[in-house]
């Protein structure tokens, strides 16, 4: 028999999610409605979980904040944004508002999409996912949920129900690129995050996300291995943009060529290397057309 | 079709619909179901905006409105929730200001706009909205013929018009009836307060 399952509690979903392996589980559909308006697909069983108590939370802990899978995008970043105010016209430029009314962080994360733009990020700050089943369950480094194009570790009747996201260090110096024709509602070429902790001048630990690469959202680790432990100046930049530039092999598309995504991932490096010596004007979003801002 | 009933509050009433399939979408259920046809389809992807509704919840005892994108959501997911559509604003102030700044040439995606900017509204307490707030309210409206700025100064503008508010106490009370189980539920309209209702 069709039907939309709406579970009100955790415990209702995982326990529907065991005895209905084959029904689509959705959070805000901003995806799979276009599985059914572009693709023409159907799906006679829908396992909602936007109405999951448990899940609809924002949890703050000491060392990490707990998304719950069901928190709306515009949620879920109003919560990063208030740890890390830089954030703030990534978060804007994520969706149009729209999208993030309806979307969740916990399906962006989960959809996988190898240009989905939380993940970059995500995968910088260092943070992992929690999946749910009736038996249990597991928690995981984000970027270790990916197997490959839109592939993942999740086992029929497992959910991902948390996304737990270190609380920003004193000496953290975290900055997300987002590079698209458009600036608003538009879907990125290249996705790039950096955190780095810069202690007495020199690269302390570098963690780096890269979207719109490969297949699958990555870690960039090359680039990670040759920044740490140098000294954090022109030289350290230009070696390790060096290394981003040659660490994927991207494809070309209708957003950009291959070449243009490994040579503008290394020009964002530089750029965060020019901010993070206090460059104001690194972009075009520090441009105001209107005089009336305020 | 599905089994279960769907059911959301909608200009002062309950709306109770069976038989609605699972993965209709709120788009072809307003226009192809209920004839609702003032929310339009563009992009059938959420990128043009030209089908936003909004969306009412209680949020710690408050009404929350969010606009949405209405082609790419489910029908279903908006069961026990508040919903309004540019049908059911009458001379709104988000109207009146788009017609007063010229902020409609074609039309197509003004009832869009329209609703971005009926959320915005009422969202705000209080005093002016900037050029920022107003850009970012429409950060999912697309207009091939205007170039934004008279829908932005519609944006602006509407906050001086005389106001009109949603009655937030009817609304949560109608959210509260739906929540109750189905059984409980006297299968008649709630009193609509007036014609100003929204």
Same mark, same amino acid.
């Given at each position: ?18 005895? *209905?392996?084959?029904?689509? #589980? %959705?959070?805000?559909? &901003? ?5 059914? &308006? ?24 000491? *060392? ?64 992992? %996912? ?20 839109? $592939?993942? %570790?999740?086992? $029929? ?13 004193? *000496? ?55 920044? /740490? ?6 030289? &350290? ?30 020009? /964002? #490096? ?13 972009? #075009?979003? &520090?441009?105001? #057309? ?5 | ?11 002062? !009433? ?74 059911? =604003? ?51 409206? =697309? ?12 944006? !602006? ?42």
């Amino acid at each position: 028999m069709p039907a939309t399952f709406s579970p009100k509690t955790l415990k209702d979903l995982l326990s529907l999610r065991a005895q *209905h392996p084959q029904a689509q #589980l %959705v959070a805000g559909c &901003t995806d799979v409605g276009l599985w059914v &308006t572009k693709m023409h697909m159907q799906f006679a069983r829908i396992l909602d979980l936007t109405r999951v108590k448990e899940l609809r939370r924002v949890e703050q802990y000491k *060392h990490h904040i707990a998304i719950g899978a069901a928190v709306k995008l515009t949620d879920a970043f109003a919560a990063l944004v208030a740890d890390r105010p830089q954030l703030a016209s990534f978060a804007h430029r994520f969706a149009g508002l729209p999208v993030r009314n309806s979307g969740t962080l916990g399906g962006n994360v989960a959809n996988g999409s190898p240009i989905g733009d939380s993940m970059p990020l995500l995968i910088a700050l260092g943070a992992n %996912v929690v999946l749910m089943s009736a038996r249990g369950h597991r928690e995981l480094k984000l970027e270790d949920l990916y197997t490959g194009y839109r $592939k993942n %570790v999740m086992a $029929k009747g497992e959910v991902l129900a948390w996304i737990k996201v270190p609380r920003a260090a004193p *000496h953290e110096f975290s900055r997300v690129y987002k590079i698209s024709k458009r600036l608003e509602d538009d879907i990125s070429a290249v996705c790039l995050a950096l955190n780095l902790h810069i202690t007495d001048g020199m690269v302390a630990r570098a963690s780096i996300g890269v979207g719109g690469v490969a297949a699958t959202p990555v870690r960039a680790i090359k680039t990670q291995a040759a920044l /740490l432990g140098q000294p954090w100046n022109p030289a &350290t930049v230009q070696a390790a943009a060096q290394v981003l530039r040659a660490e994927f092999s991207p494809i070309s598309d209708m957003r950009a060529s291959a070449a243009y995504r490994s040579e503008v991932l290394g020009n /964002l #490096l530089q750029r965060y290397w020019l901010e993070s010596q206090g460059a104001a004007n690194s972009s #075009l979003e &520090t441009l105001v #057309l209107e005089g009336d801002a305020a | 079709m599905n089994t279960q009933a769907l059911r959301f509050f909608r200009c002062g !009433q309950v709306v109770t619909l069976s038989g609605v399939a699972t993965d209709r979408t709120l788009l072809d259920l307003l226009r192809e179901d209920l004839h609702c046809s003032g929310t339009k389809e563009g992009c059938g992807e959420g990128d043009c905006g030209a089908c936003t509704v909004v969306v009412g919840e209680e949020k710690q005892g408050k009404l929350e409105l969010k606009a949405i994108n209405s082609c790419i959501r489910l029908a279903h997911s908006i069961d026990g929730m508040a919903l309004w559509t540019v049908e059911d =604003l009458k001379n709104h102030p988000a109207q009146e200001a788009m017609v007063e700044c010229h902020g409609s040439q074609c039309g197509f995606c003004t009832p869009g706009f329209v609703m971005s900017l009926f959320a915005l509204y009422e969202s705000r307490a209080s005093g002016p909205i900037s050029r920022l707030q107003a850009q970012g309210a429409l950060s999912g409206n =697309l207009c091939r013929c205007t170039g934004y700025r008279p829908i932005l100064d519609a944006a !602006q503008a509407m906050q001086d018009l005389p106001a009109m508010r949603v009655d937030q106490d009817a609304v949560l009370a109608g959210l509260r009836q739906l929540a109750k189980p189905e059984r409980q539920q006297a299968n008649t309209a709630i009193a609509a307060p007036d014609a100003s209702y929204l």
